[in-house]
């Protein structure tokens, strides 16, 4: 199963944790303005994905179970997931692969 795993500067991140191997990573420009960053990871196992919530100082940390996250049977499901949620008719959008 596939997960997609978002981060957005100075908001929040995810990380990369035992039990996830990240596949690709995309950086989401809205009009050429950096808004998010995604990952396509395989879940290997269930597992707690840390989220950090970068706009409290000091910053809080809360694990999310991977059974709350939307799951993908392949990678080109959730990379057509990630498309859909990123397109916005036709404003200037783009997924720019790392």
Known sequence: M?????SKN????T????GLRPLATYDYLFYGTKK???VIAELLKDTKIR???EAWSPEIV???PSKFLEKFE????AFGELQHLTTFGHMRTELRKH
Do not use: C, M, S
């Not at 596939?2 to 978002?6: A, D, K, R, S």
């Not at 100075?10 to 991140?13: A, L, M, S, V």
């Not at 990380?15 to 035992?18: A, K, L, Q």
């Open 2 to 6: 596939y997960v997609i795993l978002t």
């Open 10 to 13: 100075g908001q929040f991140r």
């Open 15 to 18: 990380e990369i944790i035992d």
């Open 36 to 38: 998010a960053t995604f």
């Open 51 to 53: 989220v950090i919530d």
């Open 62 to 64: 809360n694990e999310v």
């Open 74 to 77: 392949t990678v080109e499901r």
